[in-house]
């Protein structure tokens, strides 16, 4: 009784001319939705593949768990690359029920502004521009109930629509899970090219659990994985200077799924109090707090990653 | 739809839908110790998680690598104790190998949902915990208007104290009010950290947040759980040492500090049900 056992054993495929309409089709959850998609060729593929021509890298923060620091990681390596004013950074958040991203960027309240050329991202400085549904929201408690489709929508229109201009490192904010967003995004960027994943984690195993499935995701959709990095490894007590573990990795952490799963290890992230802080209030944390040891392992696995990023 | 749905829920007395707009904050880790609260307050209590890209419960409850039964009249959870007071069911028993992905759009993932509801076997239970994953999307959506009918009888908002959390956690309580779900107040984990060493609270990820928003939104605020890496570590035991286990996590759990903690808010959970 395993859950491949879902799917029907003749099943045509969803894009097929057959979706939906074939004898193997009955009583299949998707059923409906095969049959009434739109077949053939998504006629926007050619917009995205247009628009994203003029970004250079494009990388996908990615983790099974929430809550492991996938947009604090992100914004903090948008904040490190758009240090190098020569370096274009996009940042992408495609958390649509819960974007972190205009927060910890200092961009709250802000709104995208529409231009004839598509919408505009939000800047937090000249090379640092930023994309997220946050900006489009009347009220920031808003709840954005919306199933799948809707969600893929938008993510569509975050390719296809904004003025990004030229952009040499695209970061990707991501959900937690291997659903809608994470199989979208996949599928409208193939034809551009993905440079890899990163993917965070913390070390105890209930989340390893989790980001293992993403591992065996990126495998299934042929993404590449530039790394592991795990966060919340250990914590100083700015008292006694004692360090502590807050998450137990008990299976070995991140270091060791990293060498089980055969990935490069990117580094470990000391938890810093002073992380969550700088995030609360949108600024960076590498540039506020130089002297945190979390800053150090940032920086290092910061030219680990643009080590792998070859022009 | 309603009618085969009632049928294998109609000996359920209490349901409770754990929810957070946040991911990572708790909420298998809240659902789990609200139930071994319960079960020790006497309770017949099951878990369902419908985290279906994501299931921890599981492995909460020290059940990894167990597998579901198919019995005539439907699915068999599987039980977490001797007694059989505690039993669950997640999709994480019915998946080859524990590292498979579950790639998976909204449809599926609402068929999946709804075949828990309508074909697990619960039996006669006093509460069923619903474990979710972050958000308010096809999962949400989906289990909100499946038990529209039923009737649960609220929400338990889990959040951390930090304010990029409980801004995704403001988004959640909204859902509930659109939905017309009741919360029956707000869980504040993660709340401070004692150091081994010296003793120091350090507020990790801040402290109070949970609290104020509750006070903002007007519901009730349940209380506070601390950082307490003991419970990862007796999760991580009962994993291990599964053959020599009798009602093991339940055991060393209401032994534990965090038990104290927890009762307390179980008690006040209790409250607002049963009134």
């Known amino acids: 009784m395993a859950v491949t056992d879902n799917i029907p054993e003749h099943c045509p495929g969803p894009t097929t001319e057959q979706a939906g309409k074939a004898s193997a089709c009955q009583g299949c959850p998707n059923q409906n939705v095969c049959a009434t998609a739109p077949k053939g060729p998504d006629p926007d593929l050619p917009l995205i593949k247009e628009r994203m021509s003029s970004i250079k890298h494009k990388i996908l923060i990615l983790s099974g768990k929430g809550g492991v620091g996938k947009s604090t990681f992100t914004s903090q ?13 996009g940042v992408m958040d495609i958390d649509v029920c819960g974007p972190s991203i205009p927060k ?51 993510i569509k229109q975050f390719l296809k629509d904004v003025d990004w201009g030229d952009i040499d490192y695209m970061l990707i904010d991501t959900p937690p899970g291997t659903s809608d967003e994470h199989l979208s995004i996949t599928q409208y960027l193939k034809e551009s090219v993905i440079d890899g994943a990163i993917i965070i ?37 700015p008292n006694c200077k004692g360090e502590s573990i807050i998450f137990a990795p008990t299976t070995g952490g991140g270091k060791k ?13 000391p938890l810093d109090p002073r992380i969550g802080k700088a995030c609360d209030t949108g600024v960076s944390f590498l540039d506020e707090y130089s002297d945190s040891p979390a800053c150090k392992a940032y920086l290092d696995i910061i030219t680990k990653i643009k080590a792998q990023i070859k022009d | 739809m309603a009618d085969t749905l009632a049928t294998h829920l109609a000996g359920i007395k209490h349901i409770i839908i754990v929810l957070s707009g946040k991911g990572g904050v708790g909420k298998s880790s809240i659902a789990t110790q609200l139930a071994l609260c319960l079960v020790q307050g006497g309770n017949k209590v099951g ?56 790639v998976w759009r909204g449809p599926k993932k609402n068929a999946m949902i709804r075949q828990f ?48 959390a409980l801004a995704d956690v403001r988004k959640e309580l909204n859902f509930c009010k659109k939905v017309k779900l009741p919360i029956l107040g707000v869980v504040e984990n993660m709340s401070g950290y004692v150091c081994p060493h010296c003793e120091e609270c350090t507020n990790l990820f801040s402290t109070g947040g949970g609290e104020a928003m509750a006070q ?37 759990y209401t032994e534990s500090n965090l038990f104290k903690v927890f009762n307390k808010i179980t008690d006040k959970v209790v409250a607002k049900v049963i009134t």
């Open chain 1, 201 to 237: 984690t913390t070390p105890q195993e209930v989340a390893l659990q989790d980001v293992r499935k993403e591992i065996d995701f990126c495998r299934k959709v042929k993404i590449p994985i530039i790394g592991i990095v795990e966060n919340m490894s250990g914590f100083i007590c």
């Open chain 2, 216 to 252: 903002e939104f007007g519901v009730e605020f349940l209380g506070r759980v601390p950082i307490d890496p003991s419970l990862t570590l007796m999760i991580e035991k009962s994993n291990d040492d599964n053959a020599t286990l009798e009602n093991g996590l339940i055991k060393i």
């Open chain 1, 77 to 89: 390596l948008g904040f490190a690359f758009s240090n190098d004013e020569s370096i274009q950074v």
């Open chain 1, 257 to 269: 799924m990293a060498e089980d799963e055969e990935v490069p290890f990117l580094g470990s992230i």
């Open chain 1, 104 to 154: 910890i960027m200092g961009l709250e309240g802000e709104q995208i502004h529409q231009s004839l050329s598509g919408w505009s991202p939000v800047y937090v400085q000249d090379n640092l521009g930023v994309m997220s549904i946050g900006f489009m929201l009347p009220n920031p408690d808003d709840a954005v109930i919306w199933r799948g489709p809707k969600k893929n929508g938008l």
């Open chain 2, 47 to 102: 878990i369902l998680d419908i985290d279906l890209t994501g299931p921890s419960i599981p492995h909460m409850l020290g059940l990894d690598g167990k597998q579901v039964h198919q019995a005539s009249s439907g699915w068999v959870p599987v039980f977490a104790d001797e007694n059989k007071n505690l039993c669950c069911m997640s999709i994480g028993f019915l998946l080859q190998s524990k590292n498979d992905s579950v």
């Open chain 2, 117 to 164: 509801l309508a074909d697990v076997c619960w039996g006669e239970l006093d509460y069923l915990i619903i474990d979710t994953p972050p958000g308010t999307s096809d999962e949400h959506i989906s289990i909100a208007e499946y038990l529209k009918d039923i009737h649960p009888d609220g929400a338990v908002i889990v959040t951390t104290p930090q304010t990029v």
